[in-house]
């Protein structure tokens, strides 16, 4: 399973690359704003730094809008991958960009049947909400298991992103379904490390080891 970083923090993301085990990031207009920084400027400092796939979303409405800006985004790197909002013109967008090589992430996934239209459209990527999705009564894993089943039934190459997370559970979920992707905020991926009887048994482990001479 890959782990994605959902900021477009840099001191967050170089923390995360210090684990060894980070496989990319994902941005969203919301994450730029809060950096404070110019759009341009911080994605391409992002994009230099991760080596894996970086998402950078577009802001257009149109597909014609979504498709120049997608282009002009691929430029920055060959890790980018641009996120399309899951509507019809994304879709119509998708379709393009497939087309050309570039590679996408089909955001704003609610439901399955979304995900179904952005697999047929050729999208590399699906990113449902799942956090999202729970916080007005539905199960957001539940669509995460419809998405895997459909693109299992139909041997779709689109990969999922489990996205909004909330909490580890939400991780632990997508990994028993087999998304093959999650992104989460950095204070979620640090819960991941931590169980307390890890920290009591090292305490343990270290205070036995004080008393073997030495
Ligand atoms: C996914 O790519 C999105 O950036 C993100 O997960 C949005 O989640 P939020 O509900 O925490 O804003």
């Not at 049947?113 to 007005?136: C, H, M, W």
């Not at 307390?196 to 004080?210: I, K, N």
């Amino acid at each position: 399973m890959e782990l994605f970083l959902d900021t477009a923090k840099i001191d967050e993301i170089r923390r995360a690359l210090d684990w060894g085990i980070l496989d990319g990031v994902t941005t969203n207009p919301t994450h730029i704003a809060a950096t404070g920084r110019r759009f341009r400027e911080v994605v391409e400092e992002i994009c230099a730094l991760v080596p894996g796939p970086v998402s950078l979303e577009v802001v257009g409405t149109t597909a014609d809008q979504m498709v120049a800006e997608a282009q002009d985004l691929a430029r920055i790197g060959p890790n980018v991958v641009v996120k399309i909002p899951t509507i019809e013109e994304g879709i119509k967008a998708t379709t393009r960009l497939t087309q050309m090589g570039i590679k996408t992430n089909l955001t704003l996934v609610f439901s399955a049947a979304q995900a179904l239209l952005a697999a047929k459209a050729g999208a590399t990527y699906v990113s449902p909400f799942v956090g999202r999705l729970d916080g007005i009564g539905h199960s957001g894993s539940e669509v995460v298991g419809q998405i895997k089943t459909i693109y299992d039934n139909y041997g779709y190459d689109t990969k999922i992103i489990v996205a909004a997370v909330r909490h580890p559970m939400h991780i632990l979920e997508a990994a028993l379904i087999g998304a093959q992707v999650v992104t989460s905020r950095l204070d979620i991926l640090e819960q991941l490390f931590h169980h307390p009887m890890t920290d009591a048994g090292l305490e343990q482990f270290l205070a036995d080891w004080a008393k073997v001479p030495q």
